[in-house]
């Protein structure tokens, strides 16, 4: 098969030009889009010759985009909302920017001041724009390094917003910093202290005693209980299932979701995933227990 024969299905499309299965359909079911026919179908799989999207997307690839030199003549230091942002991009929606953090990351430059919302130095965006990739193949800048923070340091040390989203589970300083601002951390209270860097326009930067983090870490599950004795004999679901007799985990798993085994509803622990914003999923029981049920039902048997 030549290069001119090759087949891309949806999936190959959007890793390979960086869109979306929605785009690619509605492009595909619109007549006038300009997007190529269907090639081939393997059931309800569709297929189109690579080099037919290539074209079309190498038709669509925008002229690079420049900003006007009052911009850049203007002081680069200044502090944008993200309002001010997206006008400058020419965005008619703040919302093209929550986009490109929830499903680019490492795409867009995170915020310089976070303290009362996002914000951006004129200058930084002005870099963005310069040297984004486009159309295509996307590389997406490589995320900042996080720093490492432990949760048995200092409990009356102040921390920022890049520790605190480490320790809190978050992907990044700007995905906690967007859910500060929309209010969606219930667990985290107002901040420690609010502490104004000389010399910087930005307003004052929000730090939380490290064992303020710590407690909202907990209420979250992204770290254990206090009293959670870490050094106890838990196992999972597989254990469990040998110890109580059933074939497989699923099994065990499916009992327990029915209500068989009603002493287990309440596991005595999780496996916690640091570095991730949800809760744990994985249950843990003391091995002790287990056993101590498993004895009960071989002597009621």
């Given at each position: 098969?030549?290069?001119?024969?090759?087949?891309?299905?949806?999936?190959?499309?959007?890793?390979?030009?960086?869109?979306?299965?929605?785009?690619?359909s509605?492009?595909?079911?619109?007549?006038?889009?300009?997007?190529?026919?269907?090639?081939?179908?393997?059931?309800?799989?569709?297929?189109?010759?690579?080099?037919?999207?290539?074209?079309?997307?190498?038709?669509?690839?925008?002229?690079?985009?420049?900003?006007?030199?009052?911009?850049l003549?203007?002081?680069?230091?200044?502090?944008?909302?993200?309002?001010?942002?997206?006008?400058?991009?020419?965005?008619?929606?703040?919302?093209?920017?929550?986009?490109?953090?929830?499903?680019?990351p490492?795409?867009?430059p995170?915020?310089?001041?976070?303290?009362?919302?996002?914000?951006?130095?004129?200058?930084?965006?002005?870099?963005?724009?310069?040297?984004?990739?486009?159309?295509?193949?996307?590389?997406?800048?490589?995320p900042?390094?996080?720093?490492?923070?432990?949760?048995?340091?200092?409990?009356?040390?102040?921390?920022?917003?890049?520790?605190?989203?480490?320790?809190?589970?978050?992907?990044?300083?700007?995905?906690?910093?967007?859910?500060?601002?929309?209010?969606r951390?219930?667990e985290?209270?107002?901040?420690?202290?609010?502490?104004?860097?000389?010399?910087?326009?930005?307003?004052?930067?929000?730090?939380?005693?490290?064992?303020?983090?710590?407690?909202?870490?907990?209420?979250?599950?992204?770290?254990?209980?206090?009293?959670?004795?870490?050094?106890?004999d838990?196992?999972?679901?597989?254990?469990?299932?040998?110890?109580?007799?059933?074939?497989?985990?699923?099994?065990?798993?499916?009992?327990?979701?029915?209500?068989?085994?009603?002493?287990?509803?309440?596991?005595?622990?999780?496996?916690?995933?640091?570095?991730?914003?949800?809760r744990?999923?994985?249950?843990?029981?003391?091995?002790?227990?287990?056993?101590?049920?498993?004895?009960?039902?071989?002597?009621?048997?």
């Open positions: 098969m030549t290069s001119a024969d090759r087949l891309v299905d949806t999936t190959q499309i959007v890793s390979e030009f960086g869109t979306s299965k929605s785009r690619v509605e492009w595909s079911n619109n007549p006038d889009s300009g997007f190529p026919e269907v090639a081939h179908t393997d059931g309800r799989k569709r297929f189109w010759h690579h080099a037919e999207v290539a074209a079309f997307f190498a038709q669509r690839a925008p002229k690079k985009r420049t900003l006007p030199a009052a911009v003549d203007a002081d680069q230091d200044e502090l944008l909302t993200k309002r001010e942002v997206a006008q400058l991009l020419g965005y008619t929606r703040v919302s093209t920017i929550d986009a490109y953090f929830r499903d680019r490492g795409y867009f995170e915020p310089d001041e976070d303290a009362d919302g996002q914000m951006w130095r004129r200058g930084t965006i002005v870099a963005w724009v310069a040297n984004r990739p486009g159309k295509g193949r996307r590389a997406s800048a490589p900042a390094a996080r720093p490492a923070v432990s949760a048995d340091g200092d409990p009356d040390e102040l921390l920022g917003t890049a520790e605190v989203a480490v320790l809190l589970g978050y992907s990044s300083t700007a995905s906690f910093s967007s859910a500060l601002y929309q209010g951390i219930s985290l209270p107002e901040p420690d202290s609010l502490e104004k860097e000389e010399g910087s326009r930005g307003p004052a930067r929000k730090k939380w005693r490290r064992a303020t983090i710590v407690a909202a870490a907990r209420k979250r599950g992204v770290l254990p209980p206090a009293d959670q004795d870490e050094n106890a838990l196992v999972g679901a597989a254990e469990a299932a040998q110890i109580l007799g059933y074939s497989s985990a699923d099994s065990f798993i499916s009992a327990l979701g029915h209500g068989l085994l009603p002493d287990l509803d309440q596991p005595d622990g999780f496996e916690y995933r640091r570095g991730s914003a949800g744990p999923r994985q249950q843990r029981w003391k091995r002790s227990r287990l056993e101590d049920l498993a004895a009960r039902r071989s002597s009621t048997s």
